[in-house]
């Protein structure tokens, strides 16, 4: 069984990449993370509202048309509108100051293609962590014991990160957690313009990393209240854990 | 906190995740670290056989929820370790050896970044910055870096693969903790 494991900084963070192939290695292998890390180079390049020559960047201000965008722009897009409907608008790009900003979503969105490429490639093991959003596939291939496990994913606790709080496991899908300790209070509720209050710490997990991370921003601001989101049929088979602001209490589903 | 968020959020290139690179007893591609632009990249070859697992063809999330004891009720509370810590811990023993262990001085853009790690038995004991940069970042250096280190020696105390939530840690500090982990043989 081939082994590779491959951190490369890119979007101001770090990408870590864990996978294992029985048909995949050697230079082959480096081969398909060296794809990997152009396409999350290219991520950036197209998405980044620290680039004012991004597709994002020139969106906000109003120099192209979502039309005259790549796929990958326009897919993201749409992505971001079936979000903001699901969430019933407490995930909103379109809200943010200076125009739309997807970058609540374009983590979990491009996490989700890495782990793909990787899979299309013939990686059957694939761990993808794109600080804090991850897709996973396949599970991992525990060498001690020689079988395949799923793999075991920890959520931080947002007041000690010493400690981890919930451990899912997780053999395909999509986990990510939002928080006001993430980066900052970077996450503002899209109807009042203020700091999100709804929780301390968002995790959804699910099938689709770019739902997964979108959701996780929209429990941060619509708090208990996005329990009803959850119900829809879109979000089946999503779970949630939160962790409440005050109270040394969290909620799940 | 919301002082600490206040200021990272006016810098947010240098903030990201990395629990997961030094997770107890995983640490399988140890780096040199001594680069900025990609670092840790390692291949291993293990002939334990093994099960091909299933094309990821369904996008139905397979998953199980584990929660520990304290999890719902304590999520403030301290001293939950994962069950699996002291059998993490016995393994890496065999292996690692005692001392102190520093990294490469890294360059970030905002100064210069220096990890030194304290290993007893096996287990880190201690993670100090010998270098962290100065200047006009030192509110954010002085508030990150004792978060950094608590991190360094958390990461160890779960058995997990990797870790949802993201991290105050900054590109420098991981690198150089990296090449502080290899030579401790971690």
């Not at chain 1, 060296?34 to 509202?49: K, Y």
């Not at chain 2, 002939?47 to 999520?75: E, G, L, N, R």
Request: net charge negative.
């Amino acid at each position: 069984m081939n082994h590779l494991r491959r951190q490369f900084p890119v979007w101001g963070t770090i990408v870590d990449v864990d996978c294992y192939s029985q048909s995949v290695g050697g230079a082959e292998l480096d081969r398909v993370m060296e794809l990997v890390i152009a396409f999350c180079e290219d991520v950036d390049r197209d998405f980044s509202t620290y680039k004012s020559d991004s597709w994002v960047s020139r969106l906000r201000r109003g120099a192209v048309a979502i039309e005259d965008c790549p796929d990958d722009v326009r897919q993201v897009w749409d992505l971001s509108l079936r979000a903001k409907w699901l969430s019933d608008g407490a995930f909103d790009p379109w809200a943010v100051e200076g125009g739309f900003d997807p970058s609540g979503l374009v983590k979990g969105w491009a996490a989700d293609k890495c782990a793909d490429m990787l899979v299309a490639a013939g990686v059957a093991h694939v761990q993808v962590n794109a600080a804090g959003d991850l897709a996973l596939r396949g599970g991992w291939f525990d060498s001690s014991v020689g079988e395949v496990k799923p793999w075991s994913i920890g959520v931080v606790n947002p007041d000690d990160r010493n400690e981890v709080v919930k451990v899912y496991e997780i053999t395909d899908g999509a986990i990510a957690t939002s928080g006001t300790y993430e980066r900052g209070a970077h996450i503002s509720d899209p109807h009042s313009g203020m700091i999100a209050i709804g929780a301390k710490s968002a995790t959804v997990v699910g099938a689709e990393g770019w739902l997964c991370d979108a959701m996780a921003t929209a429990v941060m601001v619509a708090g208990d209240d996005a329990a009803k989101f959850f119900g829809q049929s879109e979000l089946a088979g999503y779970q949630v854990f939160a962790v409440n602001r005050h109270e040394q209490t969290a909620w799940e589903i | 906190m919301g002082g600490l968020g206040a200021v990272l959020a006016i810098t947010p290139p240098q903030l990201g995740s990395s629990e997961l690179n030094i997770a107890g007893g995983s640490v399988i591609g140890s780096s040199t670290g001594t680069s900025t632009t990609a670092s840790a990249s390692s291949t291993s070859n293990t002939t334990a056989a093994t099960t091909s697992a299933k094309p990821v063809a369904t996008k139905k999330a397979t998953t199980k929820a584990t929660t520990k004891a304290t999890a719902k009720a304590d999520a403030g509370a301290t001293a939950s370790a994962a069950p699996t810590a002291a059998a993490t811990t016995a393994a890496a023993v065999a292996t690692a050896k005692s001392g102190t262990f520093t990294g490469p001085a890294i360059f970030v853009n905002y100064g210069t970044v220096q990890v030194k790690i304290t290993v007893t038995n096996g287990k880190i004991t201690d993670a100090v910055a010998v270098q962290a940069p100065s200047g006009r970042n030192d509110r954010w250096t002085n508030m990150a870096l004792p978060i950094l280190k608590k991190q360094t020696l958390a990461a160890q105390s779960a058995n997990i693969q990797g870790a949802s939530g993201a991290s105050y840690t900054s590109y420098g500090w991981y690198t150089s903790l990296q090449g502080a982990l290899a030579q401790a043989g971690l």
